[in-house]
């Protein structure tokens, strides 16, 4: 039935997708480059309008963005619940469509079954399409809610998927997988977002990589539960889902009630993946509270003092961290009541006395009198059963009565949704918050929840954040879950830093910060240059190697200053002042990652949004097979302009770790983005585990940052 279809365009300079609403669930007709102005959408829609099998049902449905099985659909069904198993599949015809200034909003209803459902769609001008979509109950008995995932058709070049995978300590390992007939699923049950599976797919041609191929990336906004879906079926037609994974019973609506999924993002590219995460961090940046002001450097105590708390070394610690140009002193575990390592005291945010003799604002007042501004770490979901907190309220852990608590960590986790357990830690937090000057919280949550409550757990947390948020608009949250088990985009619009990983050793981070950087921008991506020897793996690395690897993000220390030597000292400052100066380039340009041919090496850089300037690093990450490292493409310049190429040079980064360097090191070389990005560069021999850092600078601005 053409007439009675709709369709809706909607577009950003980079991405269209065009949305056909008929009697049912609106579909995606198209998602990929601009379209010419005059495209008939109506004749695209048929032109792509799939032939019937023989064999099967007389007519196929088109994918939908909430595939029905009631319709015939054969995908993953969009919208999963019954009422005690009747009925199972629901079949909703369009109510209304309402066209907004960047989007569309759909609503449909299925009376048979009792349901309504609403889709909001939203195609921002960075190019990240947003879904969300709810049911409400319109019966009169009960829904169980099983699932709720929008999904995108994927454009038909769409052949491998990308996921990222890892674990503790070893975050955003990417994987791929060709996607033959069958589904890849990745499913994330451990209660947050989780260290083993980020709510990030990409899909694309085979192949594709940083700067070529099509791909189309999803993330869910969400820290609880996930399932993300990439299906080829049968027929050849692809999608992708992305949904909250629900335990079951997990969501009962009673009559009238609504349930909301998180919101999926989802980006299009036609040149690679290096694009497609350009449009999220394009994205992340436009949100509210994304920060603009330069992002301090900070000092965390947690490699440094772990919880060996010592008022007069925590003030010499502070007073090293100032003088090499700290700006931001993070005072980790161990400063509340009985915290003497992690057995005990989580919920007993009070200060601990016999540490802080002189309460917390001694060392608060002397740190702000260093000109620093002062940062506290809290485990506010968390108590352990060895507590006063426990102790008066055991009822407040949640637990499954007549089952064996599981712990993690020694530790339990609170039911937020508990009114009283809320209470309590809003009015500790706020209290916290108001009687000291503290400018930063680093949020800490150290272990998988377990329970089929995660839902109402991950909403009753944001409500947590969002009314401190509003108490104290001016604190920076920091997002940490035993390092990088809480990084999305809905923590991520409640907090303005991620700690990327509990491992600090520098190559290893090469590769954690490489996965994260797919979605997060490198100013909330929290990087520190940790002790020479790697407290997570033992590995020793020069100064040189894991300032090249904490350069880029938002930069800090972890590592007790007050003993490293005089040299080290000169050097941290040294770096320090190096990243000042190229903070604004790197917090605010475009991030980009080479396909570099050697796999014994990583090219990554950002480049000024105008193309002025850029900075660049080779990472050897092992030894390579070739004898001197292969040319070095640079992407992303401005093609058109001549560049200024120099070596920024490294503190700590002795001779010896840079043999053979090529004719141009010593004079510097000049040459047009076009050649860099085409012919590459040639570079020193590098031992494995080091790094090289470039300075570009478009010659008509020489003075830039000189
Ligand atoms: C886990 C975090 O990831 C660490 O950085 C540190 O804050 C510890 N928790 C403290 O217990």
Redo the contacts with the bound molecule.
């Keep these: 039935m053409p007439d009675s279809r709709t369709y809706v365009a909607l577009t950003a300079p980079s991405v269209q997708v065009v949305v056909a609403v008929d009697g049912g669930v609106p579909r995606i007709a198209y998602w990929g480059l601009p379209l010419p102005d005059d495209t008939d959408l109506a004749e695209l829609d048929r032109a792509t309008e799939p032939a019937t099998p023989q064999g099967g049902l007389d007519r196929a449905p088109r994918l939908t963005l909430l595939p029905e099985q009631g319709r015939g659909s054969f995908a993953a069904p969009g919208i999963v619940g019954h009422r005690v198993g009747q009925p199972w599949s629901a079949v909703l015809a369009t109510v209304r469509t309402e066209r907004t200034p960047t989007g569309l909003t759909w609503a449909g209803a299925d009376p048979t079954s009792g349901l309504d459902v609403q889709l909001v769609l939203d195609l921002d001008p960075s190019g990240v399409l947003s879904i969300a979509a709810s049911v409400t109950n319109t019966g009169e008995t009960d829904y169980t809610v099983e699932r709720l995932a929008p999904t995108l058709t994927l454009p038909t070049s769409a052949q491998e998927v990308l996921t990222l995978a890892g674990r503790w300590s070893k975050e955003f390992q990417v994987q791929r997988q060709p996607l033959v007939t069958g589904a890849i699923v990745r499913e994330n049950a451990r209660g947050r977002t989780s260290h083993e599976s980020s709510p990030t797919m990409f899909a694309g041609t085979t192949g594709f990589g940083e700067t070529h191929g099509e791909v189309v990336g999803v993330h869910l906004a969400w820290s609880g539960n996930h399932l993300l879906r990439a299906e080829r079926l049968p027929d050849g037609r692809g999608y992708v889902q992305a949904a909250e994974l629900l335990q079951f019973g997990e969501v009962v609506l009673t009559p009238g009630e609504t349930y909301a999924s998180p919101t999926a993002h989802a980006v299009y590219s036609a040149t690679g993946l290096t694009a497609a995460s350009q449009v999220f961090h394009a994205f992340v940046r436009s949100m509210p509270g994304h920060p603009t002001a330069p992002r301090k450097v900070l000092l ?1 105590t ?2 440094a003092v ?1 919880f060996d708390h010592d008022v007069a070394g925590l003030k010499q610690l502070a007073d090293r961290a100032a003088e090499i140009g700290v700006e931001r002193f993070v005072l ?3 400063w509340f009541r009985g915290r003497d390592d ?1 057995t005990t005291s989580l919920g007993d945010w009070y200060v601990d006395e016999r540490k802080y003799p002189d309460g917390l604002g001694a060392l608060v007042e002397h740190v702000r009198g260093l000109g620093l501004e002062f940062g506290l ?1 809290v ?1 506010p979901e968390m108590v352990n059963p060895d507590s006063d907190l426990y102790r008066a309220h055991p009822d407040w852990a949640i637990a499954v009565v007549g089952h064996p608590e599981v712990l993690a ?1 020694h530790q339990l986790v609170l039911d937020l949704a508990n009114p009283d357990a809320f209470a309590y830690l809003l009015e500790r937090l706020d209290h916290l918050l108001t009687e000291f000057a503290i400018g930063y919280v ?1 949020w ?1 949550m ?1 272990r998988d929840l377990l329970q089929a409550q995660v839902h109402r757990q991950t909403v009753a947390l944001y409500a947590l954040l969002d009314e401190l948020g509003r108490r104290h608009p001016e604190v920076e949250i920091e997002s ?4 990088g088990a809480r990084i999305d985009l809905g923590i991520l619009r409640r907090t303005r830093r991620v ?1 990327t ?2 491992c600090n050793d520098a190559l290893e981070r090469q590769l954690i910060q490489r996965g994260c950087s797919y979605i997060v921008p490198p100013e909330l991506m929290g990087a520190h240059i940790g002790p020479t020897t790697s407290h997570t793996t033992g590995r020793v690395h020069t100064l040189a190697f894991r300032a090249a690897t904490a350069f880029f993000g938002h930069f800090g220390l ?1 590592w007790d200053v007050s003993s490293a030597s005089d040299a080290e000292r000169d050097g941290l400052a040294e770096i320090i002042r190096l990243h000042q100066r190229f903070r604004p380039l790197l917090h605010t340009g475009r991030v980009v990652r080479g396909d570099h041919p050697d796999p014994a090496a990583l090219v990554h850089g950002v480049v000024a949004t105008d193309g002025s300037e850029a900075v660049f690093a080779y990472v050897q990450l092992q030894t390579s097979d070739p004898t001197v490292p292969r040319l070095v493409q640079l992407p992303g310049l401005d093609p058109h302009r001549t560049y200024r190429v120099e070596r920024l040079a490294l503190p700590g980064e002795e001779a010896a770790r840079q043999k053979h360097p090529p004719p141009w090191y010593a004079t510097g070389l000049a040459l047009s983005g076009a050649v860099l990005g085409r012919s590459g560069l040639a570079l020193a021999v590098h031992d494995p585990e080091s790094a090289t850092l470039l300075h570009l600078l478009a010659e008509q601005d020489a003075s830039v940052s000189g």
């Design positions: 965390n947690w490699e772990y980790d575990d161990g992690d770490w485990e960590r680093k800490d150290n940490c879950s035993s390092g700690w990983s509990d972890e």
